[in-house]
Nanobody, 129 residues
Framework: QVQLVESGGGLVQAGDSLRLSCAAS????????AAWFRQAPGKEREFVGA????????NYADSVKGRFTISRDNAVSTVYLQMNNLKQEDTAVYSC??????????????????????WGQGAQVTVSS
């Protein structure tokens, strides 16, 4: 079992930066791939970024490439999402998710939500003009 708790959300202006954190508890989190998904009001949940347990592979949605960076520190069981040059369309509830590959592949970093078994409660990010 893995428990995930997001923090770092808030209200910022367009062009600002924000860093989200996802603190994990539970055994062997260092072997779990992790991802961020977001859901804006009235819209479907969408993939933002994913990182393999090794940190070797990172995948991003086209809408955030070049602006967002996902990273992790396995020593403190935390995954981060650095968001730069925020836009109004980034306004959403951001959720951290985690999953462990059956073969513990160091390149496993899925982009589909159904691949993930654990998720947090979410953090609100609001970007004003």
């Amino acid at each position: 079992q893995v428990q995930l708790v997001e923090s770092g959300g808030g209200l910022v202006q367009a062009g600002d930066s924000l860093r989200l954190s996802c603190a994990a508890s539970g055994r062997s989190f260092s072997r779990y791939a992790a991802a961020w998904f977001r859901q804006a009001p009235g819209k479907e949940r969408e993939f933002v970024g994913a990182v393999s347990w090794s940190g070797r592979v990172m995948n991003y949605a086209d809408s955030v490439k070049g602006r967002f960076t996902i990273s992790r520190d396995n020593a403190v069981s935390t995954v981060y999402l650095q968001m730069n040059n925020l836009k109004q369309e980034d306004t959403a509830v951001y959720s951290c998710e985690a999953d462990r590959d059956v073969s513990d592949s160091p390149t496993y970093a899925p982009t589909k939500e159904h691949e993930y078994d654990y998720w947090g409660q979410g953090a609100q990010v609001t970007v004003s003009s």
